[in-house]
């Protein structure tokens, strides 16, 4: 999948989890990172392909990414399986555990958690592409859903554009209306 969808499907997984669970009491500055957090989670598993957006918009990006491709084997390896998950997600709580002495109005568990459902959506969403995710790395295998190679979606295809990526913003937009009511709330909570 492309950045641009793997940013919705993850804001999309965040905006369920919002309207499905209790609210938790957080600052606007806690809210507005969080979201940040779970859209760069969405795309950070695509770290270890030199050509993803996530290397694009940086001048230097193509080295680096050159790099961190040798460095994590490949395009859909290290960063794209439960060990990967796991060993980012220590990183990145790792980083935010040495921010928060400085920023004392931030819930870092909010920020690492909307983080990792970001990361999570990634795999779960490239599982249905026809390259596969190899979720139980070091077994190489690489899993999709279907398990027919040919049902899956191509990468930047028009079943993406026009049906995966709309399809996403619908059901965003959708759980929003839906939950209306408790969106408002958190928002005046936010305000306070
Ligand atoms: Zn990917």
Do not use: C
Not at 34 to 48: C, E, F, Q, R, S
Not at 67 to 75: A, R, Y
Not at 83 to 103: D, E, K, M, R
């Amino acid at each position: 999948m492309t950045g641009r969808t793997h940013d919705m499907a993850a804001f999309t997984a965040l905006t369920t989890i919002v309207v499905t669970q209790a609210l938790p009491h957080m600052t606007l500055a806690t809210g507005i990172v969080a979201v940040v957090a779970n859209l760069a989670g969405g795309i950070t598993p695509d770290i270890d392909q030199p050509t993803a957006p996530f290397w694009r918009n940086l001048p230097i990006g193509k080295y680096v990414g050159t790099t961190f491709d040798k460095f994590l084997g490949g395009h859909r390896f290290l960063s794209h399986s439960i060990l990967g998950a796991f060993l980012f997600g220590y990183i990145f709580h790792y980083v935010l555990h040495v921010l928060t002495p400085s920023f004392p109005n931030l819930n870092m568990t909010i920020i690492w958690w909307s983080f990792m459902i970001g990361f999570g959506s990634h795999l779960i969403m490239d599982t249905l592409t026809t390259e596969g995710v190899p979720w139980l790395l070091p077994i190489p295998i690489k899993f999709g859903i279907p398990p027919i190679k040919a049902l899956r979606i191509k990468t930047g295809g028009l079943v993406e554009k026009f049906i995966v990526f709309p399809g996403l913003l619908l059901v965003t937009v959708y759980l929003l209306y839906l939950h209306y009511d408790k969106i408002r709330l958190l928002l005046h909570s936010y305000l306070k």
